[in-house]
């Protein structure tokens, strides 16, 4: 059995912005839904919500001061999650990362089960360079109602459905495989105006402003690659 999941927030730190919502599917190596979970949740960390995140998700405060206390939750999910063969998430350093720190909330312990990035660990043919979910489910035939998205339980179904397209231990093995930060050696905005930083967003390295560098983390597989093909320098972070 696998779970798949996906949160709504109201940001995107996950030790000071709260979960809003959880939808969890879990399902078998034919990717048919098992059962499913969902929930509006009140967190310790909830705050009033900004118009922006309500139009975003279409979640209110209303609904949240209906919702399930996190710690509900938490004892709802943690014994299905230590079940799970692997836990499945789009763009999955942003999830699990909501995962953990809520599961440390309540005192549960953190999971050691394999969470696969269905962003990162399947390998996506090249014609398809928009990552966004939506996006490349279109781009595989799947066809959702604009209304549809952006709701936990509807994005992890989703998901499944573009997962249904690849070969399930295939994407397990990649995500077991060791990872590696790398740097792309863009030039500042007054030297090129900007083109190698659009080169690197376009090539998923994405901006830190803390190191002020382009980063993305990949596969031991495809450093290589990934250097050699690069119209700028591009080197692994120590």
């Known amino acids: 059995m696998y779970i798949a999941i996906d949160f709504e927030t109201q940001g995107f730190n996950a030790e000071t912005d709260a979960p809003t919502e959880l939808g969890l599917v879990a399902f078998n190596d034919k990717f048919e839904e098992l059962y499913s979970l969902n929930y509006i949740i009140q967190s310790p960390l909830t705050k009033p919500q900004s118009n922006e995140i309500i139009e ?30 692997a836990i499945f998430a789009y763009n999955a350093p942003f999830d699990n990362a909501f995962l953990k720190e809520m599961l440390k909330r309540q005192e549960a312990p ?23 979910l939506s996006h490349l489910a279109y781009d595989h035939g799947i066809v959702e109602h604009p209304d549809n998205l952006h709701r936990a339980i509807n994005d992890v179904r989703l998901m499944i459905k573009l997962l249904a397209k690849y070969d399930l231990q295939k994407m397990i093995s990649n995500a077991k495989e060791p990872k590696v930060l790398l740097r792309m050696m863009t030039k500042g905005p007054w030297e090129d105006k900007g083109v190698s930083n659009e080169y690197a967003k376009a090539n998923g390295f994405r901006f830190y402003p803390d190191t002020k560098s382009w980063c993305k983390e990949v596969r031991e597989s495809e450093v290589e690659q990934l250097i050699s093909g690069s119209k700028y320098p591009i080197k692994k972070v120590t």
């Open 56 to 85: 975003i998700t279409g979640i209110t405060d209303a609904m949240i001061a209906g919702g399930v206390q996190e710690s509900e939750v938490v004892e709802q999910i943690y014994p299905r999650i230590k079940e799970a063969k």
């Open 110 to 132: 953190l999971t050691d089960v394999l969470v696969v990035d269905v962003m990162r660990d399947i390998d996506y043919p090249n014609r398809f360079n928009c990552k966004k």
